[in-house]
């Protein structure tokens, strides 16, 4: 059974300050891995994928490196603002149509 | 434009009474979802369809049944509301069951006293 794990649950930082959050996940064999993120009383956001055959995927300030053996994935913010402030989700997909299984999150505090 | 619309925004009821949160989506996408997300904050699928059939249906309870009238919508009633239901229900869509670009809607947040 695939577990998802994301330590630490909550992370404050000031502003400006590059950062890594972390998942871990326990079955090696996925299809892929999505990072989301949730802002208080909202619904989540997509923010990339990384299919299991890449190493990495980047959208503006973020990047999201994926190492299969070793069963984790980062995400990288670069230069953090204030408006970074949400929980961000960890999911992995194992198989093309299967549903995907999602760590609890990291809530990110960026102090101004 | 709201892409996933979710009714009611907050849902307070008694246990024992029978409910229901309606879904719809505007995107013109083939799968829709219900999650579940505790107190502690795990988000879990519940149920999937795609085009107006069901796919994913986990382990839950079977007090908890959805109903897709068309691919456009997807309701969740629950009937003999329990403490334990308390939690925020979403509901999201994508292009097709194998696409990665979810749409979440805001929430139902459903407390049972």
């Known amino acids: 059974k695939q577990e998802v794990t994301q330590i630490p649950a909550a992370l404050s930082v000031p502003e400006g300050e590059n950062l890594v959050l972390n998942c871990s996940f326990t079955?090696?064999?996925?299809?892929?891995l999505q990072w989301f993120r949730q802002d208080p009383g909202k619904g989540l956001t997509s923010l990339l994928l990384i299919q299991s055959s890449q190493r990495e995927q980047t959208s503006g300030r973020l990047n999201a490196s994926l190492d299969k053996s070793s069963g984790r994935s980062t995400l990288y913010i670069a230069a953090s603002q204030p408006g970074d402030s949400a929980t961000y989700l960890c999911a992995v997909r194992p198989r093309a149509n299967s549903k995907l299984t999602f760590g609890k999150g990291i809530t990110l505090s960026v102090r101004p | 434009d709201t892409a996933v619309s979710q009714t009611p925004k907050y849902l307070v009821t008694q246990m024992g009474n029978d409910k229901s949160i309606k879904c719809e989506q505007n995107?013109?996408?083939?799968?829709m979802y219900w999650y579940k997300q505790d107190s502690k904050k795990f988000l879990k699928i519940m149920f999937s369809y795609n085009n107006k059939e069901l796919i994913i249906n986990e382990t839950v309870p079977n007090r908890f049944s959805p109903k897709s009238p068309d691919k456009a919508h997807l309701n969740l009633h629950i009937n003999s509301l329990e403490l334990g239901d308390s939690a925020v229900y979403f509901c999201?869509?994508?292009?097709?069951?194998?696409?990665?670009?979810?749409?979440f809607g805001s929430g139902t947040r459903l407390t049972v006293v």
């Open positions: 995107l013109g996408h083939d799968t």
């Open positions: 079955d090696s064999a996925i299809y892929n």
């Open positions: 999201a869509s994508s292009q097709d069951q194998f696409s990665w670009g979810y749409t």
